[in-house]
């Protein structure tokens, strides 16, 4: 056999350029955390509808009776806040255990080697989390439809504070899911600060009504201004600022969203 002519030397396999954005792998992480969830639905979509209506009916049918929150049925005043719940654990809950697992499983290398850039990943799990969030807050609004009136008085905070949550709570999944190393250390951002400021954060009660120090920690609460922003959309009336809530969704997206962007971009618990 002839020796091969040097013009004619086979070169390695050059990477691909993307000059903007690579929106087949983009969509396909994207498409791949929807169908994560969708796969398992009976965990990921039924559970938290049956968890709104068991407090749907623990606190309006047995606690709040025919009592008025702002001018409005109890029932009326607490749903939001049940249906905000919702989209903030399900996003927050998608990201987390999708990159946990993946590390668990020693899968992580099916993230980094395809090429996507830190900007790509970060859309794809945040977009897949929000999905995932503002699926289960849908399905949950049409759950608690029969015990509570919900008129939309202003939709576009509806949708602003909705997504906005969703994301602030996908990326801090994202968070999460690259920090932890185990289950518990997941377990503890859920236990000791999630639930904490979920709960404090005026879902069931006027946070004026909470004693010292709580009221003051309430009105520090992130997830406070999102409750009340949400719940203004369908009630008209809200409890805080909806100036200081507008201006605080948007930081914290921008801010959690530029973490998750250099913890991608460094390789941060990815990369040896």
Same mark, same amino acid.
């Given at each position: 056999?002839?020796?091969?002519?040097?013009?004619?030397?086979?070169?390695?396999?050059?990477?691909?350029?993307?000059?903007?954005?690579?929106?087949?792998?983009?969509?396909?992480?994207?498409?791949?955390?929807?169908?994560?969830?969708?796969?398992?639905?009976?965990?990921?979509?039924?559970?938290?509808?049956?968890?709104?209506?068991?407090?749907?009916?623990?606190?309006?049918?047995?606690?709040?009776?025919?009592?008025?929150?702002?001018?409005?049925?109890?029932?009326?005043?607490?749903?939001?806040?049940?249906?905000?719940?919702?989209?903030?654990?399900?996003?927050?809950?998608?990201?987390?255990?999708?990159?946990?697992?993946?590390?668990?499983?020693?899968?992580?290398?099916?993230?980094?080697?395809?090429?996507?850039?830190?900007?790509?990943?970060?859309? #794809? @799990?945040?977009?897949? %989390?929000?999905?995932?969030?503002?699926?289960?807050? *849908?399905?949950?609004?049409?759950? =608690? !439809?029969? +015990?509570?009136?919900?008129?939309?008085?202003?939709?576009?905070?509806?949708?602003?504070?909705?997504?906005?949550?969703?994301?602030?709570?996908?990326?801090?999944?994202?968070?999460?899911?690259?920090?932890?190393?185990?289950?518990?250390?997941?377990?503890?951002?859920?236990?000791?600060?999630?639930?904490?400021?979920?709960?404090?954060?005026?879902?069931?009660?006027?946070?004026?009504?909470?004693?010292?120090?709580?009221?003051?920690?309430?009105?520090?609460?992130?997830?406070?201004?999102?409750?009340?922003?949400?719940?203004? #959309? @369908?009630?008209?009336? %809200?409890?805080?600022?909806?100036?200081?809530?507008? *201006?605080?969704?948007?930081?914290? =997206? !921008?801010? +959690?969203?530029?973490?998750?962007?250099?913890?991608?971009?460094?390789?941060?618990?990815?990369?040896?």
């Amino acid at each position: 056999m002839k020796d091969m002519a040097l013009t004619e030397a086979v070169l390695p396999p050059q990477p691909r350029d993307y000059p903007s954005v690579n929106w087949v792998g983009l969509q396909t992480l994207y498409v791949r955390e929807v169908r994560r969830f969708i796969k398992v639905g009976m965990q990921t979509l039924a559970a938290p509808v049956v968890t709104a209506l068991l407090y749907m009916l623990v606190f309006v049918v047995a606690v709040g009776g025919g009592r008025e929150v702002h001018g409005v049925a109890y029932g009326t005043f607490v749903a939001p806040g049940l249906i905000m719940m919702q989209i903030l654990s399900n996003a927050f809950a998608n990201s987390s255990s999708s990159l946990l697992q993946a590390k668990f499983n020693g899968l992580m290398g099916d993230f980094i080697t395809p090429p996507l850039s830190p900007f790509e990943h970060l859309a #794809g @799990f945040g977009a897949g %989390a929000a999905t995932r969030g503002l699926f289960v807050g *849908a399905i949950s609004m049409l759950a =608690v !439809l029969p +015990f509570a009136r919900l008129p939309a008085a202003e939709p576009w905070a509806i949708l602003y504070f909705g997504v906005g949550a969703a994301l602030i709570m996908g990326f801090l999944g994202i968070m999460a899911g690259l920090w932890a190393e185990k289950f518990d250390h997941m377990a503890a951002v859920t236990n000791f600060v999630i639930m904490p400021m979920t709960f404090l954060s005026g879902t069931f009660y006027l946070v004026e009504k909470l004693p010292e120090p709580f009221r003051t920690f309430s009105k520090f609460n992130p997830i406070f201004y999102l409750i009340d922003g949400f719940r203004y #959309g @369908f009630i008209g009336r %809200a409890e805080g600022s909806l100036g200081v809530g507008m *201006a605080m969704t948007a930081g914290l =997206v !921008l801010a +959690f969203g530029w973490i998750c962007y250099r913890m991608f971009k460094t390789g941060y618990k990815i990369k040896t």
